[in-house]
């Protein structure tokens, strides 16, 4: 059975970068397409983006010019990068595997998800 | 950007009773569209992907439906451990969520 767990810092300096890593055991990373999905305290979901194995990322348009995704696939793991952050991306970070074929997508596996607070 | 709307925002409901969430696109998604359940303090689970197929290990008793811009998650006899917060989330042009219903 496949299983994410996302790692990184739980408190970011506002104006610095997010990094989260999401390890994937029980399955290789080299197929399918992996994607981080992030939740404000008390709020909805909101999709960041996702990498395919090959390489190939997509991106929140509203997050684009902030977010790189990449994926380490002889550690079996992807990763997040967010710059210049503010208050308004704290959140539960969720790394999920996502299949399906094209636009016929759906995530099926999550991690537990990890806090990312964004204080001085 | 496409906008997925839910409705309603929250509902009450008891053990036992049947309910449907909606799930509206501002435009034609086709069948891009996926059921999410999420738990307080859990990460979300699929429920239903590509409007209408039932995730492996998910009660018979959760089934979607809908094509386009239309689609309802449907529960048959309500469960205790079903009070949850639902999304819906389309991957037709890039991924949205619906902004969730929670069943009280």
């Known amino acids: 059975q496949v299983q994410l767990q996302e790692s990184g810092p739980g408190l970011v300096r506002p104006s610095e970068t997010l990094s989260l890593t999401c390890t994937v055991s029980?399955?290789?990373?080299?197929?399918?397409?992996w994607n981080w999905i992030r939740q404000p305290p008390g709020k909805g979901l909101e999709w960041v983006g996702y990498?395919?194995?090959?390489?190939?990322?997509k991106y929140n348009p509203s997050l684009k010019s902030r977010v790189t995704i990449s994926v380490d696939t002889s550690k079996n793991e992807f990763s997040l990068k967010l710059t210049s952050v503010t208050a308004a991306d704290t959140a539960v970070y969720y790394c999920?595997?996502?299949?399906?074929?094209?636009?016929?997508?759906?995530?099926?596996?999550w991690g537990q998800g990890t806090l990312v607070t964004v204080a001085s | 950007d496409i906008q997925m709307t839910q409705s309603p925002s929250s509902l009450s409901a008891s053990v036992g009773d049947r309910l449907t969430i909606t799930c509206r696109a501002s435009?034609?998604?086709?069948?891009?569209l996926n059921w999410y359940q999420q738990k307080s303090g859990k990460a979300p689970k699929l429920l239903i992907y590509?409007?209408?197929s039932l995730q492996s290990g998910v009660p018979s008793r959760f089934s979607g439906s809908g094509s386009g811009t239309d689609f309802t998650l449907s529960i048959r006899s309500l469960q205790p451990e079903d009070f949850a917060t639902y999304y819906c989330?389309?991957?037709?042009?890039?991924?949205?969520f619906g902004q969730g219903t929670k069943l009280e």
């Open positions: 999920a595997r996502g299949n399906g074929l094209g636009a016929m997508a759906w995530d099926d596996h």
């Open positions: 029980g399955g290789s990373i080299s197929t399918y397409y």
């Open positions: 990498i395919r194995y090959s390489g190939s990322t």
């Open positions: 435009q034609n998604i086709g069948s891009y």
């Open positions: 590509s409007a209408s």
């Open positions: 989330q389309q991957t037709y042009s890039f991924h949205t």
